[in-house]
């Protein structure tokens, strides 16, 4: 079972929430707040997998609320509920684990609850002590072998990965790596992870996307932080913008 910490100030849809989560059957709501300082002081004494966390909280911003939680040595996962789209992109660069629409709907909440699900599996072994969670490295980096090399690569670092006749590149902040493994492979390996693929040719890295620039053909491209273009196929437009929460 996941457990969840609800934020909102508004109760009703704090209910609303909670019980689309508990229909799930897959998520133990541990506590509820209504704003920032409680919040704060009830999260540092209880153990919680995920917070769902509305933006708007009075006079108050949810984002303050995931970066001070982004600096625990343990973060939760995110996921950030509102009624207000226009913050999407600023949630994923806290490193949001999805972006929930209100009015809440109950297939689209389900999506998240497995999301979240396969995140928590993809950092396992995990070993409990007390309140705290030891996660493995290993799902936090990827290997690769460049030059019969192994290269261990933060996969937060990555920002696409493209395959090209026959080759597949690893476009990380710092360097680019050509290696033979293929862009499946890769797929497969970084499964639960914020890597997602938008092209038969691309995965991309959900948190390094800036922008959205529609393209031709209602098809979009992915501006990444340093300038480069990743394609966003029709295919995979739709999986994309739910994530987004657009």
Not at 16 to 45: C, F, N, P, W
Request: charged share 25%; glycine share 4%.
């Amino acid at each position: 079972m996941l457990r969840a910490f609800i934020v909102d100030d508004e109760p009703l849809a704090r209910d609303e929430l909670a019980y689309l989560l508990r229909r799930s059957k897959q998520v133990d709501i541990v506590g509820q707040a209504e704003s920032i300082e409680t919040a704060l002081y009830t999260l540092q004494s209880v153990d919680i997998d995920a917070v769902f966390l509305d933006i708007q909280l009075g006079d108050e911003c949810g984002m303050e609320i995931a970066n001070k939680l982004n600096g625990l040595e343990y973060p939760p996962l995110i996921v950030f509920a509102t009624a207000y789209d226009e913050y999407a992109l600023k949630a994923f660069e806290l490193n949001a684990a999805d972006y929930l629409l209100k009015p809440f709907e109950e297939s689209r909440v389900q999506h998240t609850v497995e999301k979240l699900t396969k995140l928590c599996h993809s950092h396992e072994p995990t070993i409990s002590l007390g309140s705290k969670k030891y996660l493995s490295d290993r799902t936090e980096k990827l290997a690769i072998t460049v030059d019969e090399k192994i290269v261990l690569v933060k996969v937060n670092d990555i920002l696409y990965i493209e395959a090209n006749e026959g080759k597949t590149t690893i476009a990380a902040k710092k360097q680019k790596y050509v290696v033979t493994e293929s862009l499946v492979a890769f797929e497969r390996k970084l499964q639960g992870s914020s890597i997602i693929r938008v092209h038969r040719s691309f995965l991309v890295n959900m948190n390094a996307i800036e922008e959205l620039e529609p393209w031709f053909n209602s098809t979009y491209n992915l501006i990444m932080p340093n300038g480069e273009k990743v394609p966003l196929s029709r295919t995979y437009i739709k999986e994309l913008k739910q994530l987004l929460g657009l």
